[in-house]
């Protein structure tokens, strides 16, 4: 499996960005897809994630501010960023499971500059 990530880039706080994430497999084939995020010097941290059936759930840091969401048409699912903060900052991975198998994506930056 094979997940595609696009969308990363450099925007100024307040700012907003899209990343995307296309897997290989239709994405009903996973019992859920996510986001995470790594800054420098931390350790991987959930943001989002999607539960086949459609459940939400968001990192405290980011509600209000993140959407998570799918467009089954064309087997995509969107991180849709707003009101930006520099503390965003990191390297954005796409993540799908099909019971105990993992799948990552390869990484885009997210720059929020103040």
């Known amino acids: 499996v094979l997940l595609q990530e696009s969308g990363g880039g450099s925007v100024q706080a307040g700012g907003s960005l899209r990343l995307s994430c296309s897997p290989s497999e239709s994405i009903f084939e996973f019992n859920s897809m996510a986001w995470y995020r790594q800054a420098p010097g931390k350790e991987r941290e959930l943001v989002a994630r999607?539960?086949?059936?459609?459940?939400?759930t968001y990192l405290d840091a980011v509600k209000g501010r993140f959407t998570i969401s799918r467009d089954n048409a064309v087997n995509t699912v969107y991180l849709q960023m707003n009101s930006l903060k520099p503390e965003d900052t990191a390297v954005y991975y796409c993540?799908?499971?099909?019971?105990?198998?993992?799948?990552w994506g390869q990484g885009t930056q997210v720059t929020v500059s103040s």
């Open positions: 999607m539960t086949v059936g459609g459940t939400r």
């Open positions: 993540y799908s499971n099909i019971l105990s198998r993992q799948f």
